[in-house]
């Protein structure tokens, strides 16, 4: 027992300083970075290239990747992306720390590659023996003090130290400091770099008891999520403790669990359950998450593309109709695969187009309706259609797990519980062989509906041609239509459209349920296409892939979604053929973040323009002045204002 506990307070200490680094930076911004441990885990690797791949001391090389290499990304991070996007919808900053993780992965992976490495230890192997029965490493000694030394620095720094002061002015009134002469910018980009080799030292600390690897070391951020929300993102002392707590119930539960495959995926899962219940319990207490600039902004991701007219869809789907009978036998496939694809990503038109949120487990959704349908049609022999059928119902009843608390909180909580539903299916529900037939998966035959042969490509290729121009349609029209213009005053501001009698319950449940829907369909259709399923195909760097790439393409219009799938299979294919597939991400991720600071709809608005009448409900964006975001509901102000569009769409 005490030593789970030993283990689990050495751990839980490296979870609560990254917490800490988390939460300075959500404070003194308003930027709830996803990409912390992205971050730490490209100083880490420089701690690697240093120490042990060119063999300096570890002093040195242990200065030079915290004191300068991570300090320089965080300042450069700030002063390149968010400088410029702090002011915006809260969306669009998180979606940019979703593209800066796929910048920094791709990086990482075209330096070091995705291989494991071995990272020694900071501390000198020592063995203490505190009783006759109970020892002690030097490695956990070290890192406890280590980790609770910084915690208390940081503290005094914020507490008693001028610059420490300065920051808290900038947290607690923007436009107070700057009236006084602190230099906000300066200061924010100052956290940014403290908070940078925090999350370094994170991953130099956590390395040895995980392994050094990309996506380790990037998802150690989501305890470090659970931490902070305990704290309730204001509270450095409580953060440290929520890190605490978590990794002392980690190390219990991998000491008293069975050893079963079930027992083990909840222990790994314990994070995200923490992460989902302390978001729910916050949100439904009425416990804001507090402290930060962006707290209650809502809004689009980059320009609001609203068609009028069928011609860019109808265009694009007859182009594709066309063409691709003369393409390449490989190319077929990848435009197949895209069609499939865009129906999942019309998901992200509707919840982060329209509604103005951020969804991170579309590919779950994806998962569920693929591995549901290859079960029920190569095991129970059910026909095509009714295992369709079923595996799209499951996945709309298991939605509810975040269509449900969706009706009650948006923002930062909502985007956090998608991505906590996310880590658990891909972490408990997708590893469980009794659910996704392990790691080897299914098997999938091509069947015949209603008389089209699916083992036929071409046949294969226009069904799923007409059924991502139906859901396509689909989504237009309730974008241009009647819901489309209550969805828009729902996310401009909820309180209004209450008032004006719309049923915002009504309105984010259509939001969510379509959207899984869409999800698990595309899953179907993906499972007969490539005819083998497995649940490692729709993991969560999948859902954070898709949506960095949705909004590259354009999450503001149904043919922004066709776009950005034909993106995501045509671009790496030229790139391999260029020998350069190594950099796809870093592509990806670039675009994601060019197409957010520039404020536009992405590469579809560009295309397309011609064709449509867009509406542009946000300036082009420049350097972020003083702070202005509210901290209350709406005024009646902004009720009057957004009358207009309820009385249009025939609220009462």
Known sequence: MLVALIIGLSIGSIYGLTAMGLVLTYRT????????????????????QLRVEWGWPAPVALLVAVGIVSPVIGALVHLLVFRWVRERPIAVTLVATIALLVVLQGAAGAVWGTIYKDLPSLFPFRLYALTDSFNVTSEQLGTMAVTLGIALVLLWYLQRTRFGLKTRAVVDNRDLAEVNGYDADRIQMMSWAVAAGIATLSGILISPFIQLSILGLTLVVIQAMAAAVVGRLQSLPLTYLGGLGLGILESLLAKFLPSSQAAQGLKVSAAFLVLYAAVLLASFMGKVFGGGVAEVRTGLLGREVRPSKLAPLLVLFATLAVVSPFLPTYVRFLITSALVTSIAFQGFVLVSGLGGQVLLCQAAFMGIGAIMYSRMVTEWRWPLAVAAAVALLVALVLSLAVSLPAVRIRGLPLALLTLAFGLFMDSFVFVAKSFSGGYSGFTVPRPSLFGLDLANDQTLRYLALAVALAVALLVRNLASGRTGRLLVAVKNSESAAESFGTSVRRVKLLLFSLSSVFGALAGVLTAIQ?????????NVSQSILFLAVAVLGGVGSAQGAIVGALLLYLVPDFLNKAGLLEYQQL????????VLVAGRGGISDMIFRPFVGSRERQTRPGPAGPSSAPTVEPDWAARRAAAPQLVEAGAS
Not at 530 to 538: G, L, P, R
Not at 587 to 594: H, K, P, V, Y
Request: glycine share 18%; aromatic share 16%.
């Open 530 to 538: 490539i005819q083998s399923v497995a649940a490692v195909q729709f």
């Open 587 to 594: 592509l990806f991720g670039a675009g994601a973040i060019g």
């Open 29 to 48: 911004s308003g930027v709830f970075n996803l990409a912390h441990g992205a971050i730490g885990m490209v100083g880490t690797y420089v701690f690697w």
